[in-house]
């Protein structure tokens, strides 16, 4: 499955603050099936939406 991600958060943020889990549900409270995943290799929290298949017109 491909993904578009909506924004990048570092990990390290403040105790108690959850700014990627805030933006995700700010944006599912708007229709967006936003959800967040963890890229371990740059250690930043994303906010995620699947991207949507298209037809292809070859087929």
């Known amino acids: ?3 578009t991600v ?3 958060f570092p990990a ?3 105790r108690g ?3 990627a ?3 995700a549900r700010a944006r599912r409270d708007e229709g967006t099936p936003a959800e967040v995943v963890m890229d371990l290799d740059s250690d930043v929290f994303l906010v995620v939406v699947p991207q949507q298949q298209t037809a292809d ?3």
Do not use: K, V
């Open 6 to 8: 909506l924004e990048r």
């Open 1 to 3: 499955m491909r993904r």
């Open 17 to 19: 603050s959850w700014p």
């Open 21 to 23: 889990e805030e933006f």
């Open 12 to 14: 390290g943020g403040p």
């Open 57 to 59: 017109p070859a087929s």
